[in-house]
């Protein structure tokens, strides 16, 4: 995993532009301790209002054919424009997760799949995300290539292209998810596997 670089407001470099000012009166936060926290936090040192940076979830399927392979989009946007991951977004305010995970994959696929066991949950520290990744029984729809995929097509266990997935978190859930499907297949060690840089 690459290192992960805090700027001044004890968040993420990219994300220290968008947390600069108090959402309740608009002054500058500061970042710093506070009374009665156990870390340092940003806060507004007009109205104390702290304000609290955690990461989103992310919630994503695996979408599983009746030939027992993974349906895989390749992505027609960055990051990751070009290379294969499973489908999945953010999870909205007002949806449960299993919502997410069934909007998302119709959305990204056109398929329609019902969510099962939970493959894992991955922490990405770089982006401030959790994914969590479904595996998910196609239960309708064709698949189709959509806003935010340039293909979709199915993989065998065995037939992961694992040099081309877009990201380490879809990596550890496509190894996580063959090894319980096919323990007889060989696993990458995922520290080997080349990516774009952040992804
Ligand atoms: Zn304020």
Same mark, same amino acid.
């Given at each position: 995993m690459s290192?992960?670089?805090?700027? %001044?407001?004890?968040?993420?470099? $990219?994300?220290?532009?968008?947390?600069?000012?108090?959402? +309740?009166?608009?002054?500058?936060?500061?970042?710093? %301790?506070?009374?009665?926290?156990? =870390?340092? +936090?940003?806060?507004?040192?007009?109205?104390?209002?702290?304000?609290?940076?955690?990461? =989103?979830?992310?919630?994503?399927?695996?979408?599983?054919?009746?030939?027992?392979?993974?349906?895989? !989009?390749?992505?027609?946007?960055?990051?990751? #424009?070009?290379?294969?991951?499973?489908?999945?977004?953010?999870?909205?305010?007002?949806?449960?997760?299993?919502?997410?995970? !069934? #909007?998302?994959?119709?959305?990204?696929?056109?398929?329609?799949?019902?969510?099962?066991? !939970?493959?894992?949950?991955? /922490? #990405?520290v770089q982006?401030?995300?959790?994914?969590?990744?479904?595996?998910? +029984?196609?239960?309708?729809?064709?698949?189709?290539?959509? =806003?935010?995929?340039?293909?979709?097509?199915?993989?065998?266990?065995?037939?992961?292209? $694992?040099?081309?997935?877009?990201?380490e978190?879809?990596?550890?859930?496509?190894?996580? $998810?063959?090894?319980?499907? +096919?323990?007889?297949?060989?696993?990458?060690?995922? /520290?080997?596997?080349? #990516?774009? /840089?952040?992804?």
């Amino acid at each position: 995993m690459s290192e992960v670089r805090f700027g %001044p407001g004890g968040v993420p470099d $990219w994300l220290e532009p968008m947390v600069r000012f108090c959402s +309740r009166c608009g002054g500058q936060l500061a970042f710093g %301790p506070i009374a009665g926290e156990e =870390r340092d +936090r940003l806060a507004c040192p007009s109205c104390g209002f702290v304000f609290y940076v955690n990461p =989103r979830l992310v919630v994503t399927t695996l979408p599983i054919t009746d030939q027992g392979q993974v349906m895989l !989009i390749r992505r027609g946007i960055d990051p990751g #424009r070009g290379l294969w991951a499973q489908p999945g977004g953010f999870l909205e305010i007002d949806e449960t997760v299993r919502d997410a995970a !069934i #909007r998302e994959t119709q959305e990204e696929t056109g398929l329609r799949v019902e969510p099962g066991a !939970i493959v894992g949950l991955y /922490s #990405r520290v770089q982006a401030a995300v959790v994914i969590v990744a479904f595996e998910a +029984r196609i239960v309708g729809g064709t698949p189709e290539v959509t =806003r935010e995929s340039l293909e979709t097509r199915p993989f065998a266990p065995d037939a992961i292209p $694992w040099p081309e997935i877009a990201f380490e978190t879809s990596v550890r859930a496509l190894r996580d $998810w063959v090894a319980r499907v +096919r323990p007889d297949v060989p696993l990458p060690d995922p /520290s080997t596997i080349r #990516r774009p /840089s952040g992804a």
